[in-house]
T-cell receptor
Framework: DTAVSQTPKYLVTQMGNDKSIKCEQNLGHDTMYWYKQDSKKFLKIMFSYNNKELIINETVPNRFSPKSPDKAHLNLHINSLELGDSAVYFC????????????FGDGTRLSIL | GDSVTQMEGPVTLSEEAFLTINCTYTATGYPSLFWYVQYPGEGLQLLLK?????DKGSNKGFEATYRKETTSFHLEKGSVQVSDSAVYFCALSDRGGTSYGKLTFGQGTILTVHP
């Protein structure tokens, strides 16, 4: 039983295209996150949703738009992809209180040609 | 703002050697501290956590103690195995303000263990 699942696992596309990454969690958590991991393994939060409401929005270009249709899903849509968007994107979820650990998906490796 | 600093890697050890990965932090509130591990091609997994000063987190032979006086959360293991080869991330989650569970990560330390 996969707790946090992301699709697709790999995404190779051309510059300028629009793409989406989907994330679903079956843990009953009410908070979900998107993180970006660069080529040096550095992880940085992008967005966080609690009960479908956006609560964290770090300095991320407007081309990135998260959407949470319900508590169990948080999708990431990216418009006009650029070379610098190449990275691994991780979805995570947790219960609301901050001392609860986050559970991560296996990541989506995005490569821009 | 919050920040986490880990020792520079990569770290290469022989099997059964002692491991220490240093981690220090700065935070405005009362953070919870975590160590996550990332095996090749996988997502992050929680290794251990500590939620208040002097707490010790432990799992799979790894240990870390929340030291408020030195703002540190160093990871240790007495005898590493080849299967411990992975990237290790120290992280904090600050309960205050609008952090709302956001994890702030250190830069990661790549550990390679040779037979």
């Amino acid at each position: 039983d996969t707790a946090v699942s992301q699709t697709p696992k790999y995404l190779v596309t051309q510059m300028g295209n629009d793409k989406s990454i989907k994330c679903e969690q079956n843990l009953g958590h009410d908070t979900m996150y998107w993180y970006k991991q660069d080529s040096k393994k550095f992880l940085k939060i992008m967005f966080s949703y609690n009960n479908k409401e956006l609560i964290i929005n770090e300095t991320v270009p407007n081309r990135f738009s998260p959407k949470s249709p319900d508590k169990a899903h948080l999708n990431l849509h990216i418009n006009s992809l650029e070379l610098g968007d190449s990275a691994v994107y991780f979805c995570a979820s947790s219960q609301e209180v901050s001392n609860q650990p986050q559970h991560f998906g296996d990541g989506t490796r995005l490569s821009i040609l | 703002g919050d920040s986490v600093t880990q020792m520079e890697g990569p770290v290469t050890l022989s099997e059964e050697a002692f491991l220490t990965i240093n981690c220090t932090y700065t935070a405005t509130g009362y953070p919870s501290l975590f160590w996550y591990v990332q095996y090749p091609g996988e997502g992050l997994q929680l290794l251990l956590k500590a939620t208040k000063a002097d707490d010790k987190g432990s799992n799979k032979g790894f240990e870390a103690t929340y030291r408020k006086e030195t703002t540190s959360f160093h990871l240790e293991k007495g005898s590493v195995q080849v299967s411990d080869s992975a990237v290790y991330f120290c992280a904090l989650s600050d309960r205050g303000g609008t952090s709302y569970g956001k994890l702030t990560f250190g830069q990661g330390t790549i550990l390679t263990v040779h037979p």
